[in-house]
Nanobody
């Protein structure tokens, strides 16, 4: 069974940085995508970005591009979300999610929640002075 565990959340002042980690295990698929999502209080869960095991390529939501960076090893056993220049509106629960693919050329909507089969429990990020 695939298991995902997030860590690294906490309280940070505006303009500060945090690095979240996602420890993944139990993959059996040939190709994998690990996504990061977040959910602010009272709001829908939204995509942050993702990384692919095929070539390590990443994608980001426009609001996070340039401030957030996703990285990981080739097997995506450990994936990081580096967050810089944090703003109060970045506050929320951050989740990593996993999808297994049989074909690296298949269409994949990385920012769709329904594309992912496995989810971690989340880690809280609070940006406040």
């Amino acid at each position: 069974q695939v298991q995902l565990v997030e860590s690294g959340g906490g309280l940070v002042q505006p303009g500060g940085s945090l690095r979240l980690s996602c420890a993944a295990s139990g993959f059996t698929s040939d190709y994998r995508v690990i996504g990061w999502f977040r959910q602010a209080p009272g709001m829908e869960r939204e995509a942050v970005g993702c990384i692919s095991s095929t070539d390590g390529s990443t994608h980001y939501a426009d609001s996070m591009k340039g401030r957030f960076t996703i990285s990981g090893d080739n097997a995506l056993n450990t994936v990081y979300l580096q967050m810089n220049s944090l703003r109060p509106e970045d506050t929320g629960a951050y989740y990593c999610a996993a999808a297994g693919l049989s074909d690296p050329h298949s269409s994949f909507y990385w920012n769709w929640i329904g594309e992912y089969d496995y989810w971690g429990q989340g880690t809280q990020v609070t940006v406040s002075s």
